[in-house]
């Protein structure tokens, strides 16, 4: 008989239809939800790149120091960390469900061993391009201008999802890589731009329109997560996020009519970022559908998002 939960469920800090959100460390939520609950996981775990080093943004030298959550403790306490978090995301993730991971150089080779060991099928390895990187000011190595996403399944004969001909459709609109008609490559390069010659992922870091309710250092663009839920979930789908900071994860997961569940370790980012952005998709959804919001919260602020609703359903994103 197939365990449902491994112990009682906490109460979400924000409970919509369709959205959950858990403050606490990931393992421990993890262990709680119910086994095989979730159809797709995205991960953005800690890059430990915090190091005391400089960077540039807006022009001017930055720490890239994000927290202590951010710093690395030594090549084999990071890579028991990423085995673990692994470990706990394959027990909650369906048979055919896929996951997620998203990563530089300072991490994702060690997310990759941990999949591989835990017996994972690796699907794809994407390269995200990131045209608006920062320079690198020691000027002693080739600027860092790109992320790497692994997309892996749970066993080499699971039958996971992938939109295959929607990816295909798709225009090079924003994406100034990806040629329409043709099959989507494993380099994305998506811009705000609408306009930029089209060549196959290349996405800007996210603009001044996703931050207005705040900033999260390790943000990601939501045309890059819209683009992951649509290619690999279908309508309804569960999503999940151990990581979710600002959750954009779940905008474009409730933008895309799929349901989510995020997790973060820092109550900050949930209350400031992650719960003002999902009420202002919730508060969109129902100015778009006529209905009545059942949200608690107040819809200031939504009509952003209802802007990127309406733009969906005229099917320009």
């Known amino acids: 008989m197939r365990e449902t939960q491994s112990k009682q469920m906490r109460?979400?800090?924000?409970?919509?239809?369709?959205?959950?959100?858990?403050h606490g460390d990931a393992m421990e939520v993890l262990g709680e939800m119910p086994e095989e609950s979730a159809d797709m996981i995205f991960a953005d775990p800690p890059?430990?790149?915090?190091?005391?080093?400089?960077?540039v943004h807006a022009g001017k030298r930055v720490s890239v120091n994000?927290?202590?959550?951010?710093?690395?403790?030594?090549?084999?306490?990071?890579?028991?960390?990423?085995?673990?978090?692994?470990?706990?995301c394959r027990r909650v993730l369906k048979p055919n469900g896929t996951l997620w991971v998203s990563g530089t150089y300072h991490s994702i080779y060690a997310c990759g061993f941990a999949l591989q060991s835990g017996g994972w099928h690796l699907l794809n390895e994407i390269c995200w391009y990131k045209p608006n990187a920062a320079p690198h000011?020691?000027?002693?190595?080739?600027?860092?201008?790109?992320?790497?996403?692994?997309?892996a399944r749970k066993t080499k004969s699971a039958k996971h999802t992938f939109h295959y001909r929607?990816?295909?459709r798709e225009s090079g609109n924003w994406d100034f890589l990806k040629k329409a008609n043709r099959q989507m490559r494993s380099v994305w390069g998506i811009?705000?731009?609408?306009?930029?010659?089209?060549?196959?992922?290349?996405?800007?870091?996210?603009?001044?329109?996703?931050?207005?309710?705040?900033?999260?250092?390790?943000?990601?663009?939501?045309?890059?997560?819209?683009?992951?839920?649509?290619?690999?979930?279908?309508?309804?789908?569960?999503?999940?996020?151990?990581?979710?900071?600002?959750?954009?994860?779940g905008v474009a997961a409730l933008l895309?009519?799929?349901?989510?569940?995020?997790?973060?370790?820092?109550?900050?980012?949930?209350?400031?970022?992650?719960?003002?952005?999902?009420?202002?998709?919730?508060?969109?959804?129902?100015?778009?559908?006529?209905?009545?919001?059942?949200?608690?919260?107040?819809?200031?602020?939504s009509q952003l998002t209802l802007t990127l609703r309406t733009d969906i359903s005229q099917g320009s994103i």
């Not at 890059?47 to 960077?55: A, E, F, R, T």
């Not at 690395?72 to 692994?86: M, N, T």
């Not at 400031?272 to 602020?301: Q, W, Y």
């Open 11 to 22: 109460k979400p800090i924000f409970s919509q239809i369709g959205v959950q959100l858990y």
């Open 47 to 55: 890059y430990g790149l915090s190091n005391d080093g400089m960077s």
């Open 256 to 301: 895309q009519k799929r349901k989510f569940v995020g997790i973060d370790a820092s109550r900050e980012f949930l209350e400031k970022l992650a719960i003002p952005r999902l009420d202002a998709v919730l508060c969109a959804n129902a100015k778009f559908s006529g209905e009545p919001s059942n949200n608690d919260h107040t819809c200031e602020n």
């Open 137 to 151: 000011l020691a000027c002693r190595m080739f600027a860092a201008s790109h992320e790497t996403l692994i997309w």
């Open 66 to 88: 994000k927290g202590a959550w951010d710093r690395s403790r030594g090549v084999e306490a990071d890579f028991a960390f990423h085995k673990a978090w692994i470990s706990a």
């Open 166 to 168: 929607e990816m295909r």
């Open 191 to 249: 811009s705000e731009e609408e306009d930029v010659p089209t060549t196959a992922w290349a996405f800007n870091t996210p603009g001044r329109s996703e931050k207005v309710h705040g900033k999260h250092p390790t943000q990601k663009p939501l045309k890059l997560l819209e683009r992951i839920v649509r290619a690999s979930t279908d309508t309804g789908a569960v999503i999940l996020d151990p990581f979710c900071g600002s959750a954009t994860t």
